[in-house]
């Protein structure tokens, strides 16, 4: 380094330096494909629990009653077809009617099927429609505790 000039050591270091510190042009996609691989994932683990037609509670046959401060909306299907409402027998077309009037929260009111075990499917199963397209959520279908033979 005999015959190489003073300022040529710093100035080389100085330019190497500035080199170090210059942003990099490139992004780094890896941790971006981590994040879409996972939500890839959870959306594919989620999307058949989102495919269910009407969402109700179905209690267990040997689930004990059910605690609660209020009594809930009942709706009694015979075996004849003929729809009760609490007490009352009501026509299919006015149950929502009647039912937005006394129910005190709203849509959040829980509300009770009783079908006869020889009532006809379908005539349950309109009842239960028509209270979900109404806009009630908390439907559940009432059974008779099951007694070991």
């Keep these: ?3 190489a000039p003073a300022s ?13 510190y210059l942003p990099m042009a490139e992004i780094n ?17 989620a999307a058949p629990l ?3 037609g009407v969402p109700i509670d179905l209690p267990e046959t040997q689930a004990k009653s059910l605690e609660g ?3 809930p909306i009942t709706i009694s299907i ?6 009760f409402l609490q007490e009352e027998a009501v026509e299919a077309d006015r149950l929502i009617s009647i039912l937005q009037a006394i129910a005190l929260n709203g849509l959040n009111e829980r509300i ?8 006809d499917y379908g005539t349950i199963m309109r009842v239960m429609g028509r209270l979900n397209a109404a806009g009630y959520k ?3 279908l009432v059974t008779a505790q099951e007694t070991e033979s």
Excluded: N, Q, S
Aim: aromatic residues 6%.
């Design 1 to 3: 380094m005999a015959g």
């Design 8 to 20: 040529a050591t710093p100035t080389g270091r100085r330019h190497k330096a500035r080199r170090r």
């Design 29 to 45: 996609v890896t941790p971006f494909v981590d994040v879409m691989l996972v939500l890839l994932i959870i959306f594919m683990v």
């Design 50 to 52: 989102l495919t269910v």
């Design 69 to 71: 401060d209020a009594e």
């Design 78 to 83: 015979r075996a004849d077809g003929t729809i």
């Design 112 to 119: 009770f099927v009783r079908g006869d075990r020889a009532a």
């Design 138 to 140: 908390r439907i559940g």
